[in-house]
């Protein structure tokens, strides 16, 4: 344990002290600015995603801005075109790192992307805000640089596992996972929570990220005599292979992760998507009626900007902006990566402004909540099941 302790202690002694300053400054910080940057997609196949995410963090900083900036600073903020492609993440990174001089990456999109700029980004002392993925890497193995809000895809299909064996008495439980990171990180899940319950994995598949013909899949997990279904899926393999389930006239329960609890869901798959259910680290407003306070001022500004209310995608932007000031303002006016990174460890039960667990971080506890939220689709929207939020953990 003492060994342990002491490694700790010097990683953080070789990461922090070493990065905080470039010469007689730290990087990103004069006196008058702050700067922030995020690589994310603003063209390509998630584009919506990334200009929603980084729309909304602007908005955030913008209204810090306004209200007279942190301590006497101001924030720029920095947005470059990954194209969702990991070559041009790096890229763009780099120029972000190197060229801007970013004091954070926050709210940057992809798993696989964050992964690859990590190795040029955490040497350089550039902490990691809230990435647009709630994969484990984000957060594990612990880096006193990097930082996420809400549980993780794999604490998040573990807890909906143990609700639906527990609580639902679920005896055969298979999987349809899409062949990615982010499908063997939920098969990872599924398993380890079946152990936890001495249960095997009865049947899975796999499929590309492409396919869309959900057919087989569906025949031999229903020839399988599956009673759950969780799916490894995101947003289009989601919407079509509840659509194939479906189809056949299957009547059996089907469980995503957060990744697959977006709008689009119910709004593009329609009637067929009824009674699907979702786990998801943090629960957002489907509607202007579900906000109040500070949530909705939001949501009316958003729209009178954009044309549209924001959807999940804006709402994690927003709150990965909302908590940045408020670590700035908790880090003080010797702003420094050290006292930026204890401003967000003394953080205690943020309340999330449209939902969701509260929010804690603490020197080793670098992930904001291990708990999740039950969701399912009811009337073409994301809703908790019997009304009320039912936490979850594992």
């Given at each position: 344990?003492?060994?342990?302790?002491?490694?700790?202690?010097?990683?953080?002694?070789?990461?922090?002290p070493?990065?905080?300053?470039?010469g007689?400054?730290?990087q990103?910080?004069?006196?008058?600015?702050i700067?922030?940057?995020?690589?994310?997609?603003?063209?390509?196949?998630?584009?919506?995603w990334?200009?929603?995410?980084?729309s909304?963090?602007?908005m955030?900083?913008?209204?810090?801005?306004?209200?007279?900036?942190?301590h006497?600073?101001?924030?720029?903020?920095i947005?470059?075109?990954?194209?969702?492609?990991?070559?041009?993440?790096?890229?763009?990174?780099?120029?972000?790192i190197?060229?801007?001089?970013?004091?954070?990456?926050?709210?940057?999109?992809?798993?696989?992307?964050?992964n690859?700029v990590?190795?040029?980004?955490l040497?350089?002392?550039?902490?990691?805000?809230?990435p647009?993925?709630?994969?484990?890497?984000?957060?594990?193995?612990?880096?006193?640089?990097?930082?996420q809000?809400?549980?993780?895809?794999?604490?998040?299909?573990?807890?909906?596992v143990?609700?639906?064996?527990?609580?639902?008495?679920?005896?055969?439980?298979?999987?349809?996972?899409?062949?990615?990171?982010?499908?063997?990180?939920?098969?990872?899940?599924?398993?380890d929570?079946l152990?936890?319950?001495?249960?095997?994995?009865?049947?899975?598949?796999?499929?590309?990220?492409?396919?869309?013909?959900?057919?087989?899949?569906?025949?031999?997990?229903?020839?399988?005599?599956?009673?759950?279904?969780?799916?490894?899926?995101?947003?289009?393999?989601?919407?079509?292979?509840?659509?194939?389930?479906?189809?056949?006239?299957?009547?059996?329960?089907?469980?995503?992760?957060?990744?697959?609890?977006?709008?689009?869901?119910?709004?593009?798959?329609?009637?067929?998507m009824?009674?699907?259910?979702?786990?998801?680290?943090?629960?957002?407003?489907?509607?202007?009626?579900?906000?109040?306070?500070?949530?909705?001022?939001?949501?009316?500004?958003?729209?009178?900007?954009?044309?549209?209310?924001?959807?999940?995608?804006?709402?994690?932007?927003?709150?990965?902006?909302?908590l940045t000031?408020?670590?700035?303002?908790?880090?003080?006016?010797?702003?420094?990566?050290?006292?930026?990174?204890?401003g967000?460890?003394?953080?205690?039960?943020y309340?999330?402004?449209?939902?969701?667990?509260?929010?804690?971080?603490?020197?080793?506890?670098?992930?904001?909540?291990?708990?999740?939220?039950?969701?399912?689709?009811?009337d073409?929207?994301?809703?908790?099941?019997?009304?009320?939020?039912?936490?979850?953990?594992?």
């Amino acid at each position: 344990m003492r060994c342990r302790l002491i490694a700790r202690f010097l990683s953080v002694l070789l990461v922090l002290p070493a990065v905080a300053t470039t010469g007689h400054a730290t990087q990103g910080v004069t006196d008058t600015e702050i700067v922030f940057g995020t690589h994310t997609a603003l063209s390509g196949p998630v584009a919506g995603w990334g200009i929603e995410a980084s729309s909304a963090v602007r908005m955030r900083f913008e209204e810090a801005n306004e209200a007279g900036g942190l301590h006497g600073r101001r924030i720029r903020y920095i947005v470059e075109d990954s194209q969702y492609l990991v070559p041009t993440a790096v890229q763009r990174a780099n120029k972000l790192i190197h060229r801007d001089r970013v004091f954070a990456m926050i709210a940057s999109i992809g798993t696989p992307h964050n992964n690859a700029v990590f190795s040029m980004q955490l040497p350089r002392g550039v902490p990691s805000l809230f990435p647009y993925t709630l994969a484990r890497s984000m957060v594990e193995p612990h880096h006193p640089l990097k930082f996420q809000h809400t549980s993780t895809y794999y604490d998040q299909i573990r807890a909906g596992v143990r609700y639906f064996v527990e609580e639902r008495g679920k005896k055969k439980v298979c999987l349809m996972h899409v062949d990615t990171e982010y499908g063997e990180e939920i098969l990872e899940g599924v398993r380890d929570q079946l152990k936890v319950h001495g249960m095997d994995l009865v049947a899975r598949t796999t499929h590309k990220a492409e396919d869309t013909n959900f057919v087989a899949h569906v025949t031999r997990l229903r020839g399988a005599g599956c009673d759950l279904v969780v799916q490894g899926t995101i947003i289009r393999d989601t919407i079509l292979s509840t659509a194939a389930v479906r189809s056949v006239g299957w009547d059996v329960d089907l469980l995503g992760a957060s990744a697959s609890c977006n709008s689009v869901v119910p709004q593009s798959g329609g009637p067929a998507m009824e009674g699907l259910y979702g786990v998801s680290g943090l629960t957002y407003a489907t509607t202007v009626e579900d906000v109040s306070g500070r949530g909705k001022e939001f949501f009316e500004r958003y729209k009178a900007r954009h044309g549209t209310y924001p959807t999940e995608v804006g709402q994690f932007g927003y709150t990965s902006a909302d908590l940045t000031v408020l670590v700035l303002e908790n880090a003080g006016r010797n702003l420094t990566v050290e006292s930026f990174v204890k401003g967000m460890q003394a953080i205690r039960e943020y309340q999330h402004l449209f939902g969701g667990p509260a929010i804690t971080f603490g020197p080793e506890q670098h992930k904001g909540s291990d708990e999740s939220v039950l969701l399912r689709i009811r009337d073409g929207r994301w809703v908790y099941p019997d009304g009320t939020r039912r936490v979850l953990t594992y």
